[in-house]
Each structure stands twice: as structure tokens, then as C-alpha cells.
């Protein structure tokens, strides 16, 4: 493992010049079979074009027309979610798509660079803001009185907080060692790892023992409020003769539940990884597979709130109105052109 780990290289491919550090593991997993690449090139495709309109609509949505009925610093959260989901597209999927069509990373030193550092810290800013959504609605439900009082102020400043959190692991790693960066076939994308002759082994402990403590950490607060949330909502329906409003709680609990569940085929390879040998392969789909967990949000959005999905019904009837106008106008004057030709 330790071979592996510590001896990592720059980006090696025919478009790039040759480096000092030259790794490559094509041999290994380079996905020969043109029909196998093309299938993962349409489910890149339509994952994408899914999250970028998806999350276009959510941020259009909430921020021009307030459609996300929900506590102020919750739609804050699910602003930062869906440009986290962007972010993770336009850097982690779309590359992907890319590399899969040229068999090799084309893309330049600096989008390497980029697809990294936007990839890592997109993918930590959305488990923050997951277990942030989930505090958040429990303290709500807990305190109704001083939730009246969070202000967006404290909203923005906690995002900041988690999007400094969030980079700072993936730019320390860059700063500590910028040579770094390798094109990695098994995922086709640009990844990190450390370089023995850089990161002694205190060095490289440290690194991943944070990462590794801190992912279990928001994974086990999110779970904890998440289960204390469902708890107090039907204790507040109990004591409230008008009832309560489930639509926010079930949005933020399908919002956990996609969230942690996405994880799911990752928690299968580590598993694996105790009786295979190399169940290098199947980490390539499971995370792929978790990668679906960019357009959720859109979808539980629409399934959850009323106030959202009477956006799209209205964006809808304005397209269809446009459309239906554009053809009348087109109609009119093809009768106009007929009129003046009888004429």
C-alpha cells in the first residue's frame, strides 16, 4: 500500500510533456471497449444536463421568486447545495464525460489543477451543509421562539465558515506539494495523492486522519439530528392543536436520506475490499453511482414543497404561452404573406 500511496506523479498522458514523476495505471484500468465507454459517456451526459438545469432552476427559483417556503437560513443551506452540485458537475462530471471520449486527459495542466480542488471541496461542502440543514431544522423544531430570531446574516456566515473548511483541506494539500497531480484511469479524473520524497509519514497521518475523522464526525451528527428531528416533529404535533407543517421536515429528511444513502455503494467496496483482491473496478461505479446525488435536491424539492413545484407549473405555463404566441405570430403572418400574394 505504501509503494502506491507515496509514490505518486504529474500528469502523464501523449497530450502533456513528459515530467519528472511518470505514473500510469492504463494498464490496469483503461477502458478498452468502445461500447462500455460510450454508455458511461450518456449517463455523464444526462447526469449533467440534469444537475445544471435542476440546480439552475433551484437558485433561480428561490433567489428571484422565493419559491423555497422554507426558514430563511435553510434556503441559504439549499442555495450553497445546489452550487456545490454545479460545482461538482462542471468540475467532476463534465471532465469525466471528456476523458471518457478521448480514452485520456486532454483537458490541460490547470483544469487538472481545478477538477481536483473544486471536486474535493464541493463534495466536503455538501456533507457539511447536509448535517448543517439537519442541526438547523432540529433547532428549529426545538426552539420555534429563537428560531424566529436567526437572522441571514448568521446564514451567510456559516456558509462561509463551511466553504473555508471545505477548501482548505484540498489547498493544503496543493501547497504542500503542487507536483502532485496525476490523470488516474480508474475514475478518469485528475487526482492527489502524496509523494513519499514530500509528505513524511506524520505528515501523511495527519492528513488522513483529519479527513477520515472529520467525514465520520458530520456523518454521525447528521444521522443524530436527523433521528431527534423526526422525534421532536411529532412531539409538536402532538402539542399543537393546528398541527405542524411536515413539508420542511420531509424536506430536509429526504434531503439527509439521499445524502448519507449515496454513500451507500462506497460503504460496498470497502467491504469488499477485506475478501477481493482488487475491487479497484467496482470503486469506479460506486462512485460513480454516488455521483447521483448531485440532482436529488431538484427532485426533492419538487416532491416536498408545493411552493416550488407551483414555480416550475408557472415556468411551464409561460413556455408553453410563449410558444403558443411565437405560433400564432409565425400563423399570421404565413395568412398575411397568402393574402398579399391573392392580392
Request: proline share 2%; net charge positive; hydrophobic share 45%.
Amino acid at each position: 500500500i505504501e509503494s502506491v500511496v507515496f509514490h505518486i506523479p504529474l500528469i502523464s498522458n501523449s497530450k502533456t510533456k513528459k515530467k519528472k514523476y511518470n505514473y500510469d495505471n492504463s494498464t490496469q484500468y483503461k477502458i478498452e471497449n468502445p461500447t462500455e465507454r460510450y454508455i458511461l459517456i450518456g449517463y455523464k451526459v444526462l447526469l449533467s444536463v440534469s444537475v445544471l438545469v435542476g440546480d439552475t432552476l433551484i437558485l433561480v427559483g428561490s433567489l428571484r421568486y422565493n419559491s423555497i417556503k422554507l426558514h430563511k437560513i435553510i434556503v441559504i443551506f439549499v442555495r450553497h447545495m445546489a452550487v456545490a452540485d454545479l460545482l461538482l458537475t462542471l468540475f467532476g462530471i463534465v471532465p469525466v464525460a471528456v476523458s471518457l471520449g478521448a480514452n485520456d486527459w486532454i483537458l490541460g495542466d490547470v483544469m487538472c489543477y481545478l477538477s481536483y480542488f473544486f471536486n474535493s471541496s464541493a463534495t466536503v461542502a455538501l456533507t457539511i451543509l447536509t448535517t448543517a440543514i439537519a442541526t438547523t431544522k432540529m433547532l428549529i423544531i426545538k426552539y420555534p421562539i429563537r428560531a424566529i430570531t436567526f437572522s441571514t446574516e448568521a446564514g451567510h456566515t456559516a456558509t462561509f465558515c463551511i466553504w473555508i473548511a471545505s477548501v482548505s483541506l484540498p489547498a493544503a494539500a496543493i501547497a504542500k506539494d503542487n507536483q502532485g497531480m496525476y490523470f488516474d484511469y480508474l475514475l478518469y479524473t485528475c487526482d492527489y495523492l502524496c509523494r513519499k520524497s514530500v509528505w513524511d509519514e506524520t505528515s501523511y497521518q495527519i492528513f488522513t486522519t483529519t479527513s477520515g475523522l472529520a467525514g465520520l464526525v458530520t456523518l454521525v451528527v447528521t444521522l443524530i439530528s436527523s433521528a431527534v428531528l423526526l422525534v421532536l416533529a411529532k412531539r409538536a404535533t402532538v402539542g399543537r392543536p393546528e398541527g405542524l407543517q411536515w413539508q420542511g421536515v420531509l424536506t430536509v429528511l429526504l434531503t439527509v436520506a439521499t445524502h448519507t444513502l449515496y454513500a451507500l455503494p462506497l460503504a460496498i467496496y470497502y467491504i469488499l475490499c477485506c475478501f477481493e483482491t482488487d475491487p479497484n473496478k467496482f470503486y469506479r461505479y460506486a462512485w460513480w453511482t454516488a455521483q447521483l446525488v448531485t440532482v436529488f435536491n431538484f427532485y426533492v424539492l419538487g416532491l416536498t414543497l408545493s411552493s416550488f413545484r407551483t414555480f416550475l407549473k408557472r415556468l411551464v405555463g409561460c413556455c408553453r404561452a410563449q410558444s403558443c404566441s411565437g405560433e400564432r405570430a409565425e400563423n399570421n403572418e404565413e395568412r398575411q404573406s397568402l393574402l398579399d400574394v391573392e392580392n
